[in-house]
């Protein structure tokens, strides 16, 4: 049975840092590719990062680049999100993603490419 846990969510002033991390079971991890995705109030879910089965194959959306990193550790079967400057635009719930890949190299950004989804963790940002 496939589990996808997060943690490190919380509340955060403005600037402020939090990690994510997203805890695997059930899998073969290196097997996997990985994606963080939020959703914000009223709003759709959206693609935020997203990690290859080789740690350095990383996709990260415009609105969050050069803030937020993602990096995976095969020995941990963890995923980690690095958010930092954050804004209160980025407060929203975040979920892990996980879905077997066959290539090294490929990135998922849709929703529909991956079919494992963890609870979601709430990140607020306050002004």
């Known amino acids: 049975q496939v589990q996808l846990i997060e943690s490190g969510g919380g509340s955060v002033q403005a600037g402020g840092s939090l990690s994510l991390s997203c805890e695997a079971s059930?899998?073969?991890?290196?097997?996997?590719?990985f994606g963080w995705f939020r959703q914000a109030p009223g709003k759709a879910r959206e693609f935020v990062a997203g990690?290859?089965?080789?740690?350095?194959?990383?996709t990260i959306v415009d609105s969050v680049k050069g803030r937020f990193s993602i990096s995976r550790d095969n020995v941990r079967n963890t995923v980690k999100l690095q958010m930092n400057s954050l804004e209160p635009a980025d407060t929203a719930v975040y979920y892990c993603a996980g879905s077997v890949e066959d290539t090294w190299h490929a990135v998922k950004v849709r929703q529909d490419e991956y079919d494992s989804w963890g609870q979601g963790t709430q990140v607020t940002v306050s002004s």
């Open positions: 059930g899998i073969t991890f290196s097997s996997y590719v």
């Open positions: 990690v290859g089965r080789i740690p350095s194959r990383t």
